[in-house]
């Protein structure tokens, strides 16, 4: 299971030194799902996600992302491509890295057991933590490239 997130209006051409996920469809962000629910967790542990949809509450909510149709707007382009650019320079730090390491494991185990519920043997495409410090410091900035293109070209949808 993934999803898709696109720019609204794609822009011609795309920053020099910003390698898009796949150069085939540079304006999409396709996430798999565990994938998708670790980036989540670093937005909301850096409080630009909401758990819970509020209407006073100025945060997408953290379940917008994975449904097909939710818009992003500009502005929450913006602020997740802020939160995230602080990983440019600062080193991922022990505690938030092993949330989300902790994250992916639960994912995995709950994907796993869905799919046993199913009496779908589980044979391959679960696997550990895939990233250390060096590679989440660069997932990361990779992201908030992403949206702060977006915040520039009419924000995000999120497509399938």
């Excluded at 409080?47 to 909510?61: C, D, F, R």
Aim: glycine residues 6%; proline residues 8%; hydrophobic residues 40%.
């Amino acid at each position: 299971m993934s999803i898709t997130l696109r720019i609204v209006e794609p822009p011609d051409t795309l920053p020099d030194g910003y390698p898009p996920l796949d150069p085939e469809h540079p304006v999409d962000y396709r996430l798999r799902y565990v994938e998708l629910d670790m980036l989540i967790e670093a937005m909301s542990m850096l409080g630009v996600v909401a758990e819970e949809p509020a209407e006073e509450e100025a945060l997408p909510a953290m379940d917008r992302f994975g449904e097909a149709g939710n818009p992003f707007d500009p502005d929450e382009c913006v602020r997740i491509s802020r939160s995230m650019r602080r990983f440019m320079q600062e080193e991922v730090p022990s505690e938030f890295f092993a949330t989300l390491q902790e994250r992916w494991s639960d994912t995995q185990a709950e994907l796993r057991q869905a799919v046993e519920a199913r009496g779908e043997l589980v044979v391959s495409g679960f696997e550990s933590f895939q990233y250390d410090g060096k590679s989440l410091r660069n997932a990361l900035p990779h992201w908030g490239a992403f949206t702060a293109i977006a915040a520039d070209n009419g924000g995000l949808e999120a497509v399938e």
